[in-house]
């Protein structure tokens, strides 16, 4: 290198690498977050989904492959908003954030390398609880049909993972774990992601249909054959809840990053 040139950049695509395989480190480092995140799903079926795996139900759906279906929108949205809510909280305590502005590495790269981490951990929960209902519990569906679950759940993901960056920069480490729990854990209930909407209470019922849980089990359950709304209904309630939570996640960054940097 000539005396006063500017030491050469890696490629966009060679940074997004290598930022990937490091945040990939990071929460294989934390047993907390990455076993948690590929086995409660599966832990939640056994008291949930086992006991029912070879069931049918008045429409002819096989009620373990609906209850999988029901717990793969719970992990992949528990990925999304512990992952980014608690992970984003944590860096900002640690100054990760400060330490990141004094290296080349964009931030829109680093955000990617994020979200590319988050749905490689919501795909394994959802193959690993997928193959746990097909071994312990007997559950048959054509390839398909779990094609279909995996692919709309991840593409559902969106609205949560945008969900998470807003807890992560709007509360300290301390409190995102409770907020993501005191946000999160309901709107599954409410949704029936654990037991089916209609054994909810009458109020629960109808605030369902309003919130973003409900619609990603939806796009869930309809893979599996069972009633539910049109999958462009699902997909447009969910485009709308991202550009939501997208605009409180920017709000609170900005605010977060004022405030640090003036």
């Known amino acids: ?5 500017s030491p050469a950049l890696a490629s966009l695509p060679r940074m997004l690498a290598a930022q990937t395989r490091s945040e ?12 948690t995140s590929l086995a409660l799903p599966a832990l939640f079926f056994t ?13 002819g759906v096989n009620v373990g492959a609906y209850m999988l279906a029901s717990l793969g929108a719970y992990g992949v949205g528990s990925v999304m908003v512990f992952g980014f809510g608690i992970g984003v909280a944590n860096e900002r305590a640690q100054r990760l954030d400060v330490l990141a502005r004094a290296t080349p590495l964009p931030p829109a790269l680093a955000l990617a390398a994020k979200v590319l981490v988050a749905l490689l951990f919501a795909l394994v929960s959802l193959l690993l609880l997928i193959g746990y209902g097909i071994v312990a519990g007997g559950i048959r569906q054509p390839l398909a049909v779990w094609i279909a679950v995996v692919a709309r759940l991840l593409a559902g993901s969106l609205p949560f ?8 920069y709007a509360v300290g480490p301390h409190a995102a774990p409770a ?6 854990l309901p709107l599954a209930f409410a949704s029936g ?3 089916p909407i209609g054994q909810l209470p009458g109020f629960v019922q109808r605030l369902a249909p309003y919130l973003p849980t409900y619609h990603l089990g939806q796009l869930a359950w309809s893979a599996v054959g069972a009633r539910a709304e049109p999958v462009l209904v699902s997909l447009a309630w969910l485009a709308g809840y991202t550009a939501v939570f997208l605009a409180l996640a920017v709000r ?9 940097f003036g």
Not at 1 to 5: F, S, W, Y
Not at 161 to 168: C, D, E, P, V
Not at 179 to 184: E, F, G, H, R, T
Request: charged letters at 20%; glycine letters at 8%.
């Open 1 to 5: 290198m000539t005396p006063g040139a």
């Open 24 to 35: 990939l480190r990071v929460r294989w480092r934390i047993p907390a977050f990455s076993v």
């Open 193 to 195: 992601l654990f037991l």
């Open 47 to 59: 008291f949930f989904g086992l006991p029912f795996a070879r069931t049918t139900d008045g429409d």
């Open 161 to 168: 993972i945008a969900l998470g960056f807003w807890i992560g």
């Open 179 to 184: 907020v993501a729990n005191l946000v999160y």
């Open 252 to 260: 609170a960054y900005a605010r977060d990053q004022h405030r640090k």
